[in-house]
């Protein structure tokens, strides 16, 4: 099993900048594929980024909605993931969610992720 906990949100003005963390434990989450996800009240969750584990190139890819705004990395030394956001706006407003798979490639639906962490809220002020 996997356990994954994120970390960094909070409340930042439009504009400005977050790091979230997703540490991992229980297993090496070095050849898992990972994502970020957000859910905002009343929406569903959407996919925000998704990394390939390294062996397979380490491939990021991003939806329209925050590409070139978020940039999605990890460190396998310290089993963990991070999601940069930079000039973050209201409509970013959501409960951050981490999540693993241990498979090759990269993948941007839900139901093709096995673990799940519990969220960070981050909130984006006008």
């Known amino acids: 099993q996997v356990q994954l906990v994120e970390s960094g949100g909070g409340l930042v003005q439009a504009g400005g900048s977050l790091r979230l963390s997703c540490a991992a434990s229980g297993r090496t989450v070095s050849r898992y594929a990972m994502g970020w996800f957000r859910q905002a009240p009343g929406k569903e969750r959407e996919f925000v980024a998704a990394i390939s584990w390294s062996g397979s190139g380490g491939n990021t890819y991003y939806p329209e909605s925050v590409k070139g705004r978020f940039t999605i990395s990890r460190d396998n030394a310290k089993n963990a993931v991070y999601l940069q956001m930079n000039s973050l706006k209201p409509e970013d407003t959501a409960v951050y969610y981490c999540?693993?798979?241990?498979?090759?490639?990269?993948?941007?639906?839900?139901?093709?992720?096995?673990?799940w962490g519990q969220g960070t809220q981050v909130t984006v002020s006008s």
């Open positions: 999540a693993a798979t241990p498979k090759a490639g990269i993948y941007m639906k839900l139901f093709e992720y096995d673990y």
